[in-house]
């Protein structure tokens, strides 16, 4: 069983940016659809970003596409989340995901295959204050 872990998060103020990264070990990486996910204080967990590890295709839901990016770099085997622009209800706990069912295939695919993601990181707090 491999491993994720997301590191980057911190306390910012609005308007200002964050890069979130997450770290695979023990997968082949190349075989994956990587997530972020993030939940709000009293909210229910969402996936906002996928990226397909092995095709390179990437989709962000509507809320957020304007502001955030996810990315990826091979070489490292590590996917990021560029937040710009951040707003108060950006704060929450973020976590990446790992899909090793959905890869090879569109990246709104494994968004759309929600319950792939069975591997999860420790999480990492983002705060904004306004």
């Known amino acids: 069983q491999g491993q994720l872990a997301e590191s980057g998060g911190g306390s910012v103020q609005a308007g200002e940016s964050l890069r979130l990264s997450c770290k695979t070990t023990?997968?082949?990486?190349?075989?994956?659809?990587m997530g972020w996910f993030r939940q709000a204080p009293g909210k229910e967990r969402e996936l906002i970003a996928t990226?397909?590890?092995?095709?390179?295709?990437?989709y962000v839901i509507d809320s957020v596409s304007d502001r955030f990016t996810i990315s990826q770099d091979r070489a490292k085997e590590t996917t990021s989340l560029q937040m710009n622009n951040l707003k108060s209800e950006d704060s929450g706990n973020y976590y990446c995901?790992?899909?090793?069912?959905?890869?090879?295939?569109?990246?709104?695919?494994?968004?759309?295959?929600?319950?792939?993601?069975?591997?999860w990181g420790q999480g990492t707090q983002v705060i904004v204050s306004s």
């Open positions: 995901a790992a899909d090793a069912d959905s890869w090879g295939k569109s990246a709104r695919y494994c968004y759309d295959s929600l319950r792939g993601f069975t591997s």
């Open positions: 990226i397909d590890t092995a095709g390179g295709s990437d």
């Open positions: 023990g997968y082949y990486y190349r075989r994956l659809c």
